[in-house]
């Protein structure tokens, strides 16, 4: 059974900045890409960032330029820096990851932006 737990949510002021982070645990063989989604309240689930195993990134037009996605395979941890974060920001992130050929995802950490 793998699990994926973030970490690193909260309320910040507007300007401000956030790291999330995620990490993977159980029996892993092998992570392929991994990725942070969002879901604002009444609004469909959205892609953010993925990174491919190998450190190969996309971004939502939304987010480039402010946030900034990266993992460390040893750790089994993707992180998402977010800088110049906006009202609009404000969401349930999830982490994503395809683990052993499976798709995984976590719970979700709130993040919220209001002076």
């Known amino acids: 059974q793998v699990e994926l737990v973030e970490s690193g949510g909260g309320l910040v002021q507007p300007g401000g900045s956030l790291r999330l982070s995620c990490t993977a645990s159980?029996?892993?063989?092998?992570?392929?890409?991994m990725a942070w989604y969002r879901q604002a309240p009444e609004k469909q689930r959205e892609l953010v960032a993925t990174?491919?195993?190998?450190?190969?990134?996309n971004y939502a037009d939304s987010v480039k330029g402010r946030f900034t996605i990266s993992r460390d395979n040893a750790k089994n941890t993707v992180y998402l820096q977010m800088n110049s974060l906006k009202p609009e920001d404000t969401a349930v992130y999830y982490c994503?990851?395809?683990?052993?050929?499976?798709?995984?995802w976590g719970r979700g950490t709130q993040v919220t932006v209001s002076s």
């Open positions: 159980g029996r892993i063989f092998l992570t392929d890409a």
């Open positions: 994503y990851a395809r683990i052993n050929g499976i798709n995984y």
């Open positions: 990174i491919t195993r190998g450190g190969n990134t």
